[in-house]
Structures are given as C-alpha cells and as structure tokens.
C-alpha cells in the first residue's frame, strides 16, 4: 500500500482486503524465496515445515525444492491459487512436497510438535495478537527443530511507505522474550540491513529487519 489510514490497519487482517490485494496485481512479490530464509535455513537437514502467511509460494517452493515437506498457510484464496500454481509450473516433485491450507492466522492452531521448521516473514499484528500467534507457531516446533520469525523493523517506517503504526513491528528481542529460555537456544537475533528499491522513486533505500531464528531443545535421550 502507499497509503495507509485508521480503516487500512483495521482492515489488515482480513481475508477480504487480502484477497483484494492479490487481485489487483497479477505479482504481488518478486516470485524469489526471502533472502533470510535462504541464509538462515539453506543448513539445515530437511523435515517436516510450515510456512505461516505463505503468500505466493515462493518460500514454500523453495523448501520443497530442498527436500522438506512444506505446509504452506494463508488466509487469502487468491494467493494460494496462485501458489499452487506456481508450484505446478516449478514441476509434480515440487509440488507433490507442499500442502496448501487457507487460514486466519490468528485464530488457527497448528497443533503441538508438528513441524522440523516453522517460519513466518512479514507478518504483522497487534501485539497481543502476535504474540499469542508467534507463541502458537513456536509450540508446533518439534525438539530440535527451528523457529524463525522475520519482520520490518519499525526504523523503516518513514523510510519506506509503512502502515504508521509502530506497535505493529516487532524486534528479535521481542519474539525470543515469547520462548522458554531453558527450552529454547537463541541462534540469530538481529535487526539486519538490506538494499532495497524505494517503490515510489525507485532510488536504494537501506531497510532493516527484525530476525528471531531459534532452535528447541532436543527431547532427553531415553535412559
């Protein structure tokens, strides 16, 4: 959006404006998995995955495409169509790897210990919200599996055009205070830079996101 008003932040979080948003765009992203979950992720031994607020796929796919077992979850139709359809073009090895689900992601529960890796990028709540949805994506990691949480990090509003709602950002700091300490070993926690494209002028602009990657502790070794 590049206007954002009392009726667009109250309108956010619904399947409605969602679904509006994709429909107005034949590509509402770049089509390329996140960055950060290629750096942070690319290590890890595939398993089972949930992409929370999958979008068009394209993080989905690239798991897949790496041998995990992806759950891809969003609360637009629309995006999900078209995620399904990329992972089709992608090839049946890749998209016999991934199962769609549409959701409201602050209300679904994924259940406990369900997943090697769950991951969440950009998705922007109300704090109580957040951490009441961050905390339920944190219990469906397995022990030893890995959380990782990625956001806009409040600096960039004024930056870029940003909902003027700080308490819609979080930081890493923000999202580890949400796990167990003793049951949780904290790898990345960062507001890390990157180079972007302003979209209004197209000049470089530096943005920052806010990155939580944790991993669960491995359950006791049976005695």
């Known amino acids: ?33 996140n960055a950060t979950l290629v750096a942070e992720v690319s290590g890890l031994s595939p398993g089972q995955a949930l992409d929370a607020g999958c979008g068009e796929g394209a993080d989905s796919i690239w ?24 992972a089709a073009a992608a090839g049946p090895e890749i998209a016999e790897r991934i199962g769609w689900q549409q959701a409201d992601l602050l209300d679904w529960d994924p259940g406990q210990d369900q997943y090697d890796l769950a991951t969440a990028h950009y998705m922007h709540f109300p704090p109580g919200s957040r951490d009441k949805a961050f905390r339920r994506l944190a219990a469906a990691v397995r022990p030893g599996g890995t959380l ?16 003027p ?19 949780w ?21 530096t943005l920052h996101d806010a990155v939580l990657r944790a991993r669960r502790h491995p359950a006791p070794t049976e005695r």
């Open 148 to 163: 990782l949480i990625v956001g806009h990090h409040a600096s960039d509003i004024g930056t870029v055009p940003r909902p």
């Open 63 to 86: 798991l897949a495409g790496r041998g995990w077992q992806v759950t891809g979850v969003d609360i637009s139709a629309v995006a999900l169509d078209r995620a399904a359809a990329h």
């Open 1 to 33: 959006m590049t206007e954002h008003d009392e009726v667009d932040v109250a309108e956010m979080f619904t399947e409605t404006y969602w679904d509006e948003r994709y429909r107005t765009r034949d590509a509402l992203w770049s089509g390329q998995p």
């Open 185 to 205: 070993d904290v790898i990345t926690n960062a507001a890390a830079a990157r180079e972007a494209s302003h979209p209004e002028h197209g000049h470089q602009v």
């Open 165 to 183: 709602v700080p308490e819609l950002f979080f930081s890493g700091d923000d999202i580890a205070a949400l796990l167990d300490r003793d049951g």
